[in-house]
């Protein structure tokens, strides 16, 4: 079994590449251990290999696993899922998968603003946050409008605006449709610290179980198999989505997870193998 391992570029992969490149490290050697022969592809890869391991966001690559996967080659994620992780993609999906979120629109002009409740947060709509304000906190509409026209200064042209939910904020990690670990942000570890905008968490109950089938719902509807996400837990227990991350560092699991995501490869391209042989 040849493996292929792809790294996600560092710009896109702010304030994580560390952790980013820690996790493929350690699938890495999770996968020698099961007995894969494994090649640092980087910035290109063999097409003869059995699958692709890889965190890319890169639309070149991207294309280029596309290719691979329709001679035959197992991608983990797939290119169409991790191309459905941009931030609009997702959340007009997991609306119309009926996967709990915030209420949110999409915002083109700052006028829209005014009619819209507070406060809320204000985020890039194309792709993925590669910068600390891509995703900002609104107390009001004047607030909104300024983050709005900073966006727009940095050449991005559409934002979501999307309804603070009050609650703790959850962090969650899945790999294919049956490990799933979910757990309190660490205050200031993560990529911008906004989780801090959240305040203490207050511990409010919630079902585990639940969470775990609306992300996994999530997931189906995008098409991820390694993924992540955060949601909200507000004081009812009632839970909302409000990111998906295809294949996170997995800092907080980091070793369990990699024998996880190493054991779902080496299933995924035995699997395939048989159906191969009838």
């Known amino acids: ?27 890495s050697r999770e996968l020698e251990t099961l007995g894969a022969v494994i090649v640092n592809a980087e910035e290109d890869f063999e097409e003869e290999c059995d699958a692709v391991c890889h965190m890319s ?9 596309r290719k691979a996967e329709a001679k035959g080659v197992t991608v983990i994620n797939n290119p169409e899922s991790v191309e459905r992780c941009s931030r609009i993609l ?15 629109r999409i915002i083109e002009d700052a006028d829209e603003l005014d009619t819209l409740h507070y406060p809320a947060w204000i985020k890039k709509a194309e792709g993925w946050s590669c910068h600390k304000d891509d995703v900002a906190y609104a107390c009001n509409a004047n607030e909104a409008k300024a983050i709005l026209e900073q ?7 559409r934002a979501i605006y999307s309804k603070h939910i009050e609650g703790d904020l959850i962090k969650f990690y899945a790999v294919g449709h049956d ?23 207050e511990h409010y109950p919630f079902d585990c179980g ?27 227990g009632n839970i909302y989505i409000i990111d998906i991350n295809d294949f996170p560092s997995f800092s907080a699991v980091r070793s369990e997870a990699a024998e996880e995501i190493a054991k779902h490869i080496a299933n995924t391209v035995k699997k395939k193998r048989d159906e191969a042989r009838g």
């Open 57 to 65: 966001r890169s639309a070149d690559i991207l294309k280029k696993l």
């Open 179 to 201: 490990w799933f670990y979910s757990c309190y942000p660490e205050q200031g570890k993560t990529k911008f610290g906004l989780e801090a905008l959240n305040g203490t968490p």
């Open 151 to 157: 966006m727009h200064r940095r050449g991005i042209g």
């Open 210 to 236: 639940e969470l775990k089938r609306i992300a996994g719902k999530a997931a189906e509807a995008i098409g991820v198999e390694i993924y992540g996400g955060d949601c909200i837990v507000d004081k009812a």
């Open 1 to 27: 079994m040849k493996i292929a391992i792809i790294a996600r570029s560092t710009k896109d992969s702010p304030n994580m590449v560390a952790k980013d490149a820690a996790i493929l490290e350690s699938v």
């Open 90 to 104: 997702f959340m007009k999906m997991l609306k119309q998968a009926g996967v709990p979120q915030p209420p949110f």
